[in-house]
């Protein structure tokens, strides 16, 4: 079964400092990857998402993630944040072969100083 | 918004009671995914249901079972609630996985707590 490692529990940034957050998956086969938001009192949202090509990834709100096969790893990046991007932030993987199944991993709460 | 609802928002249970929870999922999805989010950690799936049957099913046992109806919305049910099924209940509508690889839409969370 496939396994999620999110490194950081919980990161605190001020204003217009750069993000980066870890997340390596365990898992031989090909696979979807997926870095997922959930804001204060709201839903969990779809941040980004790779599937196949291009392993550099944008998504919304100026985020992109970086899929690097050889270390398993899917960071997720944003050069500058904001207040509003205090949240927490979830890395998921579904194997290919069988791609119902999301797995994620702890999360990270990030929380931005304003 | 994602467009995938559920019912209710918040609900205390006491330990031996059943509990069902409800999602009607986002237009034109016909799969839905159930999650148990426990504090402090990421969501698990519980199972997934397409065109009224389970499709895939997660580490949880028997007592937690779900259904689909026709009209794509679906339950949750848990019987013999024990206090560490307390916890956040996520549903995720998406696209059939049969028909290439697709993006799950979670719906807002229903909040269970076993006393």
């Known amino acids: 079964a496939q396994s999620v490692s999110q490194h950081n529990h919980h990161v605190i940034l001020s204003e217009a400092a750069s993000l980066e957050l870890g997340c390596n998956y365990s898992?031989?086969?090909?696979?979807?990857l997926f870095w997922y938001v959930q804001y204060p009192g709201q839903h969990l949202q779809l941040l980004l998402k790779y599937f196949s090509g291009d392993p550099l990834v944008k998504g919304i709100k100026g985020f992109e993630a970086e899929f690097i096969k050889s270390k398993f790893s899917f960071n997720l990046r944003k050069p500058s944040v904001q207040w509003s991007d205090t949240a927490e932030y979830f890395c998921a993987v579904t194997p290919r072969s069988n791609d119902y199944k999301l797995s994620f991993g702890a999360g990270t709460t990030v929380t931005v100083r304003a | 918004e994602t467009g995938v609802t559920q019912s209710p928002t918040h609900l205390i249970k006491t330990r031996g009671q059943q509990v069902t929870l409800r999602c009607s999922s986002q237009?034109?999805?016909?799969?839905v995914s159930w999650y148990q989010q426990a504090l402090g950690q990421g969501p698990q799936f519980i199972f997934q249901y397409y065109r009224e049957e389970e499709n895939g099913r997660g580490n949880f046992p028997p007592r937690f079972s779900g259904l689909q109806f026709p009209n794509y919305s679906s339950e949750l049910n848990v019987n013999a609630l024990e206090l560490d099924d307390s916890a956040l209940y996520l549903c995720?509508?998406?696209?059939?996985?049969?028909?290439?690889?697709?993006?799950?839409?979670f719906g807002p969370g229903t909040r269970l707590t076993v006393l």
């Open positions: 237009s034109g999805h016909n799969t």
């Open positions: 898992y031989g086969g090909t696979v979807n």
């Open positions: 995720a509508s998406s696209l059939p996985s049969g028909a290439g690889v697709d993006t799950q839409y």
